[in-house]
C-alpha cells in the first residue's frame, strides 16, 4: 500500500538540497577517475555497482540496521566503535565521520531526540560519528522505516557519486540520469534480499579504498574523499 508519509520523508531526506554535507565526498570516484579507471559511462556504472554490492549492501546497510533497532546511547557507540575498527582506511574513516557529524548536525537541530542525544554524547570522542550510524538512528528518529531507511542510505550513496562524477566532467548531466536509472535496478535487487539475523558487516572494495588512500598525496583535488 502506497505511503504518502514515508514516501513525503523519502524526498526530502533523500533530495540533494538536504543539508547533510555529501556535497564534499566522492568516495573514490575522485581518484579513480585521475588513475584513468573510470574511462567511460559504463566503467562508472560497474564501479557503483562494486560499491553497492561490496560495501554497501554487505557493510554499510548490516551497521545501519542495529543502529536503527539499538535502544541505548551505549548500544550506539558500540556499533559505531565497531565501525571505525573495520573501515580500513584513514581517509575512509575521517570522511564517514564528517559525513555523519554533518547529518546528525542538521538532525538535532530539526529537533530529532535521538540525535540530539547521540550528538551531544559523541562530542569527546572524536573517533565517533560514522555515516552509516547516523543514518540509521536519525532516520528512526523522524519517523522512517528501516526498509525506507535502507533505500536512504543507498539511494544517498548512489547519488554522490554520480553527482562527484558529473562535477569532474566524467559524465554529462543526461549521462548521469542514465546511470542513475542503471544504479537504481542494482540497489532495488539488493534490497529485495533482507539481512540475515546474524549477519556480520564486511567489505571487500580494494580499489575504491587505495583510490581513497591516496587523495592526499594528490596535488590537487576537490573532494574530501
Not at 164 to 182: D, K, M, N, P, V
Amino acid at each position: 500500500m502506497f505511503d504518502l508519509s514515508q514516501t513525503l520523508a523519502l524526498l526530502q531526506f533523500g533530495d540533494s538540497a538536504y543539508p547533510a554535507g555529501g556535497f564534499a565526498f566522492s568516495w573514490g570516484i575522485e581518484g579513480l577517475l585521475a588513475d584513468g579507471f573510470v574511462p567511460s559511462r559504463g566503467a562508472l556504472e560497474a564501479l557503483i555497482a562494486e560499491h553497492l554490492t561490496f560495501r554497501w549492501a554487505s557493510f554499510d546497510r548490516v551497521l545501519l540496521g542495529r543502529a536503527f533497532r539499538a535502544e541505548s546511547l551505549e548500544e550506539i557507540t558500540e556499533i559505531d566503535r565497531l565501525t571505525e575498527a573495520l573501515t580500513l582506511t584513514l581517509q575512509m574513516r575521517e570522511g564517514s565521520r564528517r559525513a555523519g557529524k554533518a547529518l546528525i548536525g542538521v538532525a538535532s537541530k530539526l529537533g530529532g531526540t535521538r540525535a540530539h542525544a547521540y550528538r551531544q554524547h559523541m562530542s569527546g570522542d572524536a573517533t565517533l560519528g560514522h555515516l552509516t550510524v547516523v543514518q540509521g538512528l536519525v532516520y528512526r528518529d523522524f519517523g522512517v522505516t528501516l526498509p525506507a531507511a535502507e533505500l536512504l542510505s543507498g539511494w544517498t550513496l548512489v547519488t554522490g557519486l554520480v553527482s562527484a562524477a558529473t562535477r569532474l566532467g566524467a559524465i554529462g548531466h543526461i549521462e548521469a540520469q542514465a546511470s542513475l536509472a542503471t544504479a537504481r535496478e542494482v540497489l532495488a535487487d539488493l534490497l529485495l534480499a533482507p539481512v540475515p539475523a546474524d549477519a556480520e558487516p564486511q567489505s571487500f572494495t580494494p580499489l575504491i579504498d587505495i583510490a581513497v588512500a591516496r587523495g592526499p598525496a594528490r596535488q590537487v583535488r576537490m573532494f574530501a574523499t
